[in-house]
């Protein structure tokens, strides 16, 4: 049996083959088309959702309820002592207070609450890096103290072709008329906020924007690992990855096909998401 185990809501988009390969288990979120509410599980048909996202266009999400957190407890309780829970922010959602609710009905194991304050790609960088340490059997306090370290040294971006979902939302104020133009709009999250960093008329122009905002934003950030995640945008993604690697030789990139979550943010295919942090 493992000293902790790492549980993680599906807005990290991690992929099924990610989940196994670090033994975590997920709670899902919910996403809203029309009147209809589904739930997006790490094995959501990735092809359904885009063609359905064609078609309708997204009005929302919702948070992960306590109930699918009980279950995803479940899931690692048999291999591991204790639990951790890491959530997207509690800015964004109120999954996080779920996750302290599911903790207060459970008594099989300890479960450990975490806000991560961020969202997709940086919520799976922080997932992915505690899972490293869960793996090697660290010990509780190490684990969460890397936590806890790596949280102010992670950076959450994204290029997005739209920003009308978020508009929508309320999670950034209407365009003036001078921001709806460009192709191109970056995105930063930083303590479970939304702000608009910049517009590019490229997605080159913008990878170039949103890496030299890292380097000025971040000064204590070691771009050891980098997760880029992206809504059937598989060229720009890989286009950015070829970026980061120039910049950073050493960053190991772990590459997320095709999550709903990012098309979520941007309102559509198309988004490209990106995080840069440290390795455990």
Known sequence: MRSVGIVTDTSSDLSPILIDQWSMATAPIYFRMGAEERSMTTTVDRAEFFSHLQRQPLSGTAAVNPHDWLHAYEALAPDCAELVALTLSQNLSSTYQSAKIAQSLWTLRRVHCVDSGTVFAGLALLALGAAQKAVADQPLPEV???????????????????????????????????????????????????????????????????????????????????????????????????????RWPQCSITQIDDGPMTAVVADGAGGVAFAIGPMP
């Not at 771009?223 to 690697?245: C, K, S, T, Y």
């Open 144 to 246: 969460l103290s890397w936590i806890e370290e790596a949280k102010t040294e992670t950076a959450t971006l994204m290029i997005s072709p739209s920003l009308a979902m978020m508009v929508r939302i309320g999670r950034i104020p209407v365009l003036k008329a001078d921001e709806q133009a460009p192709a191109y709009a970056l995105l930063e999250v930083r303590a479970g906020v939304f702000e608009v960093i910049g517009t590019a008329q490229s997605f080159t122009e913008a990878c170039d924007h949103l890496l030299d905002h890292v380097i000025r934003q971040y000064p204590r950030l070691r771009p050891e690992r980098g997760v880029i995640d992206h809504g059937q945008a598989p060229m720009l993604a890989r286009n950015l990855a070829f970026r980061v690697r120039d």
